[in-house]
């Protein structure tokens, strides 16, 4: 597996790799990755001038032997999965390719979610993570290789015992076979297999040799989940265990004043409560036997809190703050063109639009939760991190520890959209404060609904304000656009490489680089500072800028009375090849239905790229009890080689799902004199099943080309489409979301 093939973005880590393998005590092979190179926050310091070259080199680091694929003596595989296992599938997916390249049975395979350690980090990002759509498209070569790795070690273990070559073996199903008839398991090959050489090059298979990838596979977690045995951390139950939870201001980064804690005191099976530092702030504790038990302690304590150093938002007043701030220009994000282009277009063929986007709470099923067990020297997690490099680190900084001494499980977790991956790490440094008070005891946090819904971390609101200027063929010949919204990398070590010109290119994503060919094309960007904590919600900036682009697009293919999706073919940049053809198999999947709906229904379509992947949407719309209802659904999408069609299939569906949350009344996070106005589902509503498309269809372009992103690119497109059919029945534009009124 070569360096460049593993850290291709990053210049600083090209020494050898190589991997390792050994037996266990039990027998079986072991393969695991070694990194002959320091990786990112574990670099060593740099050498003083005229010191370089001098001094003993890093040692390599040691990872455990188990890292990726166990082969035990009853035949069974165990696959390490480097990601956290949210709903996304990549549990099922990234055994696949190993298993695929193995010639393993798969029936015999079982997948484990990896702990924290750096053999695991992301190839490209260089940290343990799952984010960005990346798990499929930046582990797709990682794991295969290792499979074909192992195959090959397998089958020459069995070429040297029966004395032939390697090329006269052959493997399937977990088995061997030479070329008299002879046959050997994987199971009796490992020990022999474990002490040869690991080759570095391999023969990958071709796509037609492939038995499970491009194949629909069924979920190794379906049967676990659908039967109720599947274990979240949030069930995680040790002896001895204690529950916590944390009266959080009620005001960002406000401070406890004074305390009472005298009734939650007298409650049966509550341990301590003591006041414990915040990211923001400071708040109190509770520690009891039970959650339930925790929950009424901290009901009845009775906390007085100090706001008066802190900001007190109030999104009534940002909201006419933002809309001032996008009538000037920003911090150019991309300036194309002529500048001026505008001034020659007559007001008549102008259009001149303001947008309105409220906070999101992601609020996944399960709550957030870490349990932590501090021993002094050394401290054990269970988390359901998207982070876990960057948790395992804090949780090591709080306890006084170094991360090797951080043994940190990852967990599988019921959703996250984003949640889970918090560069401040603040749920894990609360829940390591707490079981550094109570050492020797595993102390389990919970975030409850209402302390996820009022506690920060929202997709930002934004203001968008846009002017167009059309040509005389009905295409956009000019194109002014302002972008207000807190930048959710500020202030985060993400910054320097996501910040250029005082843009964060989150806030800009799929307008600054948009693929519709706008010759004169200008996206400013001002980011005010807010006392909101904010961060990512699935797809990121797409999810305000493509309802942005897509709804603005379809009003000047209404104008130039073009049909929707010839419009966007001819305003598309040649090189768009995705769209394209996305629009193409969406104009092949609909033609038979999309112009002859029944009557008070209507089509619209929307079509996006994110994370490399292209999709487009056709949805049918009729209005009920004065709310859009989605009758059906059809989505086009092109994400390169499909590894698992069935995973996409339910992505495609979930993500749609996910994406009508911003547009149902009752999808928006307020807040009045700094105070979030919403506690749980009951005021921050997500979709109701009647919400759901009653019909959604997924259609994947076949490809060969590498896999991209999957579970956030159909998000952002399910909005636009949905208002785009609405303005065809109701004749009004739609530019503030969530839908209030129809």
Request: net charge neutral; hydrophobic share 40%; with cysteine.
């Amino acid at each position: 597996m070569s360096s460049a093939t593993l850290f291709k973005t990053d210049p600083s880590l090209t020494r050898r790799t190589f991997l390792r393998v050994s037996t266990t005590a039990a027998g079986g092979l072991l393969v695991s990755l070694y990194f002959d190179l320091p990786l990112g926050a574990q670099q060593p310091e740099k050498p003083k001038a005229g010191q370089e070259g001098q001094g003993p080199k890093p040692e390599p680091k040691v990872y455990p032997p188990e890292a990726f694929v166990h082969i035990r003596p009853d035949g069974k595989i165990v696959i390490q999965v480097n990601r956290l296992e949210f709903g996304q599938g990549v549990q099922t997916a990234l055994p696949m390719l190993l298993a695929d390249e193995m010639d393993a049975d798969w029936s015999q395979v079982i997948a484990e979610l990896a702990p924290a350690a750096d053999v695991y980090r992301d190839p490209l990002f260089g940290i343990q993570m799952v984010g960005g759509s990346g798990s499929i498209a930046h582990s797709f070569q990682q794991y295969r290789e290792l499979g074909a790795k192992t195959r090959a070690m397998l089958i020459a273990a069995a070429a040297a015992q029966w004395n032939v070559t390697p090329a006269q073996c052959r493997a399937e199903s977990s088995i061997v076979y030479g070329p008299n008839g002879q046959s050997a398991k994987y199971a009796e090959l490992a020990d022999a297999a474990a002490h040869l050489p690991v080759p570095e090059n391999v023969q990958l298979k071709k796509e037609s040799d492939l038995r499970l990838a491009n194949k629909n596979v069924r979920r190794l977690d379906s049967r676990a989940k659908c039967n109720g045995s599947q274990k979240f951390g949030l069930d995680l139950d040790l002896p001895e265990m204690k529950v916590a939870l944390v009266a959080h201001p009620p005001v960002f980064g406000a401070k406890v004043k004074n305390f009472d804690a005298n009734a939650a005191r007298a409650i049966s099976g509550v341990q301590e409560v003591f006041e414990i530092p915040l990211v923001r702030g400071t708040g109190v504790a509770v520690v009891a036997d039970r959650f339930w038990t925790a929950k009424q302690a901290r009901d009845r304590l009775r906390a007085e809190w100090d706001t008066t150093s802190v900001e007190r938002p109030d999104t009534t007043q940002l909201f006419a703050k933002y809309r001032e701030l996008a009538r000037t220009p920003g911090n150019v994000a991309i300036a194309r063109g002529d500048a001026k282009a505008m001034d020659s277009i007559s007001p008549a063929n102008r259009i001149l639009a303001d947008y309105e986007f409220p906070y999101l709470a992601h609020t996944p099923m399960e709550p957030l939760n870490t349990t932590v067990r501090f021993d002094g020297d050394r401290a054990e997690v269970w988390a359901g991190s998207q982070f876990q490099t960057v948790d395992q680190m804090a949780i090591a900084e709080v306890l006084g520890l170094k991360p090797q001494q951080v043994t940190f499980h990852t967990e599988m977790a019921g959703g996250g959209f984003g949640r889970r991956a918090t560069p401040d790490s603040h749920v894990q440094r609360e829940a390591a404060t707490i079981a550094k008070r109570l050492r020797g005891t595993p102390v389990k946090l919970i975030w409850t609904r209402e302390d996820d819904v009022q506690g920060g971390y929202y997709r930002p609101m934004y203001v968008h304000r846009i002017e167009i200027g059309m040509g005389a063929d009905g295409m956009p010949a000019a194109w002014r656009h302002v972008i207000v919204g807190q930048s959710i990398v500020a202030g985060t070590p993400f910054a320097p490489m996501m910040v250029k010109n005082g843009v964060d290119s989150t806030a800009v994503e799929g307008t600054a680089d948009t693929h519709y060919a706008i010759a004169n094309f200008q996206v400013s960007a001002h980011h005010p500072a807010v006392n909101v904590p904010v961060l990512w919600w699935r797809s990121v900036g797409h999810t305000h800028t493509a309802f942005v682009m897509e709804t603005l697009i379809d009003e000047l293919a209404r104008r130039a009375k073009a049909d929707p999706i010839a419009y966007r073919l001819k305003l598309l940049s040649p090189d768009a090849k995705k769209l394209r053809g996305c629009l193409a198999l969406l104009e092949e999947k609909t033609v038979s239905w999309r112009n002859s709906v029944d009557r008070n229904h209507a089509v619209g379509i929307a079509c996006h790229e994110s994370f490399e992947t292209g999709v487009a949407c056709a949805v049918e719309v009729s209005i009920e009890d004065k709310r859009p209802r989605i009758d059906r659904a059809t989505i086009a999408v092109d994400l390169g080689f499909a590894v698992n069609p069935l995973t996409i299939e339910s992505q495609m569906q979930g993500g749609v799902t996910f994406g009508i949350t911003q547009v149902m009344p009752g999808g928006a996070i307020t807040l009045k004199d700094g105070r979030v106005e919403q506690r749980n589902w009951d005021g921050y509503t997500p979709p109701y099943m009647k919400d759901a498309p009653v019909v959604a269809e997924v259609h994947i372009v076949p490809s060969s080309e590498k896999p991209s992103g999957c579970g956030e690119p159909p998000v952002p497109v399910v909005a636009p489409a949905i208002v785009n059919a609405l303005s065809r029945l109701t004749g009004k534009r739609y530019r503030t979301l969530p839908l209030t009124e129809i």
